[in-house]
């Protein structure tokens, strides 16, 4: 048995690493505003502020660095986010009801989703994500926002043993860093009230045999990915890990428009993970960044 107090406990300790502790100084240093905000495309926030308090948000803004998903717009700084997230959720979000819902959204980031959500009125939103920097990203966002998320720094294995089970799980660019993909769909299906449901994407390959590439090193530069499914792999390891309905949304390949270097990230972007000569293939040779978005029922 798991003890997830002691997890938490460790892991708080995270808050104190040598490149997170002045930012968590800078967290605390941020006073309370009078403001007003929308959750639309663009997370944003808005009121008056001085131009020191403004100067004061703004460099924590940039402290916070690399924001991956987005965008954020406060007090009139645009963060654009090396993801522009609004498009997938944008593409998900005709499939979903949230009303009085408990939803859960695994690998969170910096809760970007979870703040849209909001808008969908559910019961509860807890969010997943072991990255102390994610959790400092929501945590300037929600400073302004002051919803009652919780953000929970940990993963896909402590869900079987989570204080309760959820109405709706998302588990967005999750499943392909996980070495045991079907031990990862049963620890979230376990998570599952009953009849409830999941919302997954992942990178597929194309094609009607049930295999996956594994590739050798990298793929699209990133090293820890472990599988890239065909969608009827994809089905079959949902189907085997006891989810009895699964059924395809869509299939989408990654561009440029969705995924681009900006100033709010460091390194590189998808543009430079991608083959010069050929952008259907990445620079090790695979099949370019393609994703299936699923829905399943416990």
Same mark, same amino acid.
């Given at each position: *048995?798991?003890?997830?107090?002691?997890?938490?406990?460790?892991?708080?300790?995270?808050?104190?690493?040598?490149?997170?502790?002045?930012?968590?100084?800078?967290?605390?240093?941020?006073?309370?505003?009078?403001?007003?905000?929308?959750?639309?495309?663009?997370?944003?926030?808005?009121?008056?502020?001085?131009?020191?308090?403004?100067?004061?948000?703004?460099?924590?803004?940039? *402290?916070?660095?690399?924001?991956?998903? /987005?965008?954020?717009?406060?007090?009139?700084?645009?963060?654009?986010?090396?993801?522009?997230?609004?498009?997938?959720?944008?593409?998900?979000?005709?499939?979903?009801?949230?009303?009085?819902?408990?939803?859960?959204?695994?690998?969170?980031?910096?809760?970007?989703? *979870?703040?849209?959500?909001?808008?969908?009125?559910?019961?509860?939103?807890?969010?997943?994500?072991?990255?102390?920097?994610?959790?400092?990203?929501?945590?300037?966002?929600?400073?302004?926002?002051?919803?009652?998320?919780?953000?929970?720094?940990?993963?896909?294995?402590?869900?079987?043993?989570?204080?309760?089970?959820?109405?709706?799980?998302?588990?967005?660019?999750?499943?392909?860093?996980?070495?045991?993909?079907?031990?990862?769909? &049963?620890?979230? &299906?376990?998570?599952?009230?009953?009849? /409830?449901?999941?919302?997954?994407?992942?990178?597929?390959?194309?094609?009607?045999?049930?295999?996956?590439?594994?590739?050798?090193?990298?793929?699209? &530069?990133?090293?820890?990915?472990?599988?890239?499914?065909?969608?009827?792999?994809?089905?079959?390891?949902?189907?085997?890990?006891?989810?009895?309905?699964?059924?395809?949304?869509?299939?989408?390949?990654?561009?440029?428009?969705?995924?681009?270097?900006?100033?709010?990230?460091?390194?590189?972007?998808?543009?430079?993970?991608?083959?010069?000569?050929?952008?259907?293939?990445?620079?090790?040779?695979?099949?370019?960044? &393609?994703?299936?978005?699923?829905?399943?029922?416990?």
């Amino acid at each position: *048995m798991i003890a997830l107090d002691q997890i938490r406990k460790e892991r708080q300790k995270w808050m104190g690493w040598k490149d997170i502790a002045p930012i968590r100084s800078a967290l605390e240093a941020l006073p309370r505003y009078e403001v007003t905000y929308t959750l639309d495309d663009v997370v944003t926030i808005q009121g008056i502020v001085s131009d020191s308090q403004l100067q004061q948000i703004n460099d924590l803004a940039l *402290m916070l660095k690399p924001w991956r998903k /987005g965008p954020f717009e406060l007090f009139g700084t645009f963060i654009d986010t090396e993801w522009n997230s609004a498009i997938k959720y944008n593409l998900l979000q005709p499939y979903f009801n949230l009303e009085g819902k408990v939803v859960g959204d695994i690998g969170c980031n910096n809760g970007y989703y *979870m703040f849209r959500f909001l808008k969908e009125n559910p019961t509860k939103i807890v969010g997943f994500d072991p990255s102390a920097i994610y959790k400092s990203q929501f945590d300037f966002i929600n400073h302004f926002i002051q919803s009652d998320i919780a953000y929970e720094l940990l993963g896909i294995e402590h869900l079987p043993y989570y204080e309760h089970t959820f109405d709706t799980l998302f588990c967005l660019g999750v499943l392909y860093h996980r070495s045991d993909p079907i031990g990862s769909l &049963k620890a979230l &299906k376990r998570s599952l009230n009953p009849e /409830g449901e999941l919302f997954l994407d992942t990178f597929i390959i194309d094609g009607e045999d049930d295999i996956a590439l594994t590739p050798k090193d990298r793929y699209s &530069k990133i090293p820890n990915i472990y599988f890239i499914p065909t969608v009827s792999a994809l089905k079959n390891w949902c189907y085997r890990a006891g989810f009895k309905e699964v059924k395809l949304l869509q299939i989408k390949q990654t561009t440029l428009d969705e995924q681009r270097k900006t100033e709010w990230i460091k390194g590189e972007s998808l543009e430079s993970f991608l083959d010069p000569s050929n952008q259907n293939y990445t620079v090790e040779g695979y099949p370019a960044p &393609k994703r299936a978005y699923i829905h399943a029922i416990r």
